[in-house]
């Protein structure tokens, strides 16, 4: 199992958008990493995220691969989740911060 | 990145609180590290399952690229958790401050591999030249 914890701004990804990410980034994150994802929402409530001491309309997807990545995989994966991101939320690339971890053991 | 995560007892911290706290933890992680601000992310969490509370009223977890020294981090640390008490009004046995770190390669932020500690000023410029370019400064 590959968790997936999506840290949104609340009210930024309405629910409808947020069904078809999570469609998205099960049938992505199968493809590329092999496994199912456990995908966790994480939303910020209004007034709670902040970005250089502003307001934020930034989200966080911190990924944790089930095994360890080759940098070269890795950086092709956070790319392509961006991109996926991106197109589904209609956020910029400066509103979306992506990890690719490996697991913990490693 | 970095991305600071803190978390409460319900109903511990208002909302100007909130605002300073996020403000002194964005100075200081630039002031110590030299980042530039546009890259701090602070959120805040009422009694949050995913990121426990443990004994603590106010707590944060920092998580930084890894590389900086265990002097930067020791600062950085001991700076938030006196932001906490001071706008948090809570005891100092009630906060709880924390740095944890990801290797910069692990992480993807304006549409880039973030660059180590140290290697930053033409991954800034590539950064600024970029977001000239679409307007967004």
New interface residues.
């Given amino acids: 199992m590959v968790s997936c914890?999506c840290?949104i701004q609340e009210g930024q990804t309405p629910d409808r958008r947020r069904e078809a990410l999570a469609t998205a980034l099960d049938g992505y994150v199968q493809e590329r990493l092999g496994a199912s994802p456990s995908v966790?929402w994480?939303p910020?409530?209004e007034?709670?995220?902040?970005?250089?001491?502003k307001p934020?309309t930034?989200s966080?997807l911190v990924l944790t691969a089930e095994e360890p990545l080759t940098?070269q995989h890795?950086?092709s994966v956070?790319?392509e989740?961006?991109a996926l991101w991106t197109s589904e939320t209609g956020c910029s690339?400066?509103e979306?911060?992506?990890?690719?971890?490996?697991p913990a053991s490693h | 990145?970095p991305?600071y995560i803190c978390n409460s007892k319900r109903g511990a911290v208002d909302?100007a609180a909130?605002?300073k706290i996020?403000?002194d933890i964005?100075?200081i992680h630039c002031e110590v590290t030299g980042a530039p601000?546009?890259?701090?992310?602070?959120?805040?969490?009422e009694e949050?399952a995913?990121f426990p509370l443990g004994e603590s009223t106010l707590a944060v977890r920092g998580t930084i690229r890894k590389g900086r020294s265990s002097e930067q981090k020791e600062r950085i640390a001991g700076a938030v958790k006196e932001s906490l008490m001071q706008h948090g009004r809570v005891a100092p046995e009630h906060t709880h401050a924390e740095i944890r770190e990801?290797p910069a390669?692990?992480?993807?932020?304006?549409?880039e591999?973030m660059p180590e500690p140290g290697e930053e000023a033409a991954w800034f410029a590539a950064q600024e030249e970029r977001?000239r370019a679409a307007g967004?400064q």
């Avoid at chain 1, 979306?96 to 490996?102: C, E, Q, R």
């Avoid at chain 2, 546009?38 to 805040?44: C, G, L, T």
């Fill in positions: 914890m840290v966790s994480v910020v409530a007034g709670n995220g902040f970005t250089a001491g934020s930034s966080v940098q890795r950086e956070l790319r989740l961006v690339v400066d979306i911060v992506a990890v690719v971890a490996d | 990145m991305l909302a909130k605002e996020a403000r964005t100075d601000e546009i890259f701090v992310h602070v959120v805040f969490f949050s995913q990801t390669s692990w992480v993807l932020e304006g549409g591999i977001r967004l």
